[in-house]
């Protein structure tokens, strides 16, 4: 068991899923640390259907364009995915267009 700043115990799972609930649930309105980052298992599974999104619908369209060095789609909120242009020093993103 863990536990953690605010007194609630948790196990310990091998669940990515269990762990950002449970997470998520501790940390419900209150920041850790006074920061701005808030973890809400609600986000998770709209992410996850963007980052699928992405992977099946552009991700390959972007890797195979004949200027791009490389491109992956990295663990972030907003789902986006990063790539890198021959001719260029910084990563370009792109985003799922607005439906």
Do not use: H
Not at 6 to 22: E, H, N, P, T
Not at 29 to 54: E, G, H, T, Y
């Amino acid at each position: 068991m863990i536990k953690c700043r605010y007194g609630k115990l948790f196990k310990l799972y091998s669940d990515k899923i269990k762990i950002l609930k449970a997470a998520a649930n501790a940390l419900k309105d209150n920041p850790f640390l006074d920061s701005q980052i808030f973890i809400s298992d609600d986000v998770s599974k709209s992410v996850w259907k963007d980052r699928a999104k992405l992977r099946k619908d552009y991700l390959t369209g972007i890797k195979k364009r004949g200027n791009v060095e490389f491109a992956f789609i990295p663990w972030s909120v907003p789902a986006q995915i990063l790539f890198k242009e021959t001719n260029c020093s910084i990563l370009k993103a792109f985003k799922l267009p607005d439906e």
